[in-house]
Nanobody, 115 residues
């Protein structure tokens, strides 16, 4: 069983920045695709960004140019750098560690963008 733990959420004003972190407890972190998903109130969970085992990244159109996903395999950690935040970015942000056979989710961290 892999434990996935997110941190870094909080309240930020529009135009502000936050960095989310996610640590996965596994000895083979480099074999996992890591993704950040988000779920706004009343909406379905959606992918925000993910990063493959080779470092290839993918972003939903709504965050392109504002969010950056990165990973540090030595620290078993994936990051989501969020800039130019908008009220519509308000959501619970979840981290997922996955292979083709398994997926592990964290409990989520709340991000609220409001003045």
């Amino acid at each position: 069983q892999v434990q996935v733990v997110e941190s870094g959420g909080g309240l930020v004003q529009p135009g502000g920045s936050l960095r989310l972190s996610c640590v996965a407890s596994t000895n083979i972190f480099g074999f996992y695709t890591m993704g950040w998903y988000r779920q706004a109130p009343g909406k379905q969970r959606e992918l925000a960004a993910d990063i493959s085992t080779t470092g290839s990244t993918n972003y939903v159109d709504a965050v392109k140019g504002r969010f950056t996903i990165s990973r540090d395999n030595a620290k078993n950690t994936v990051y989501l750098e969020m800039t130019s935040l908008k009220p519509e970015d308000t959501a619970i942000y979840y981290c997922k560690a996955s292979t083709r056979l398994r997926a592990y989710w964290g409990q989520g961290t709340q991000v609220t963008v409001s003045s």
